[in-house]
């Protein structure tokens, strides 16, 4: 199946009935102002300047953490959102959340969503490996016939796909600092 590449959420519609939607948080559903790929490159090439490559991971990851904790997100699409949400209702159908990001850090996210307008009781999963993951979601929502998968990291799509050929990937390319 082909992979599309979407930067609205109405470009997601219409939806079949009994849709399952799974969507990646970082860069997809909500963005940090601070955080771009230019960041990220900036970042890594200082610190792997003065520390291993292993060391300076965690150190990216610990200023990534800084920011993520202490400013507050920007939804990528709010209006887009919530017609989807309507749709979504009135179709039957559900959304889910599949992050990257590790599970220590569920009530923050959480935080984040809640920041965006979206209910801090959602369903969240926290898995790199998102491929795998989908298949125990799906297992999950057994009335769900349609699956559908937004991401912005292509490398996580493909995955996706070449594990599960029935679901409908669309690639996210919205936020300006990390434009495709
Ligand atoms: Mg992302």
Redesign the pocket.
Known sequence: MDVRLITRWRDLTPLAANTLLIL?????VLWFPSISVAWWEDLLIQLTAKHSAEKAQQLAREEWLRIVSTETPVPTDPEGFRDLNEEMDRTGGRIVFLT?RMESFSYLTRRHLQACGISKDVEIHFSSSKGEAIRGITARHPLCTNIVFV???MT?VQDVQQRNPTVHCFQWGHVPAFKI
């Open positions: 990646d948080i970082d860069e997809t990257a991401d912005d990291k996580n």
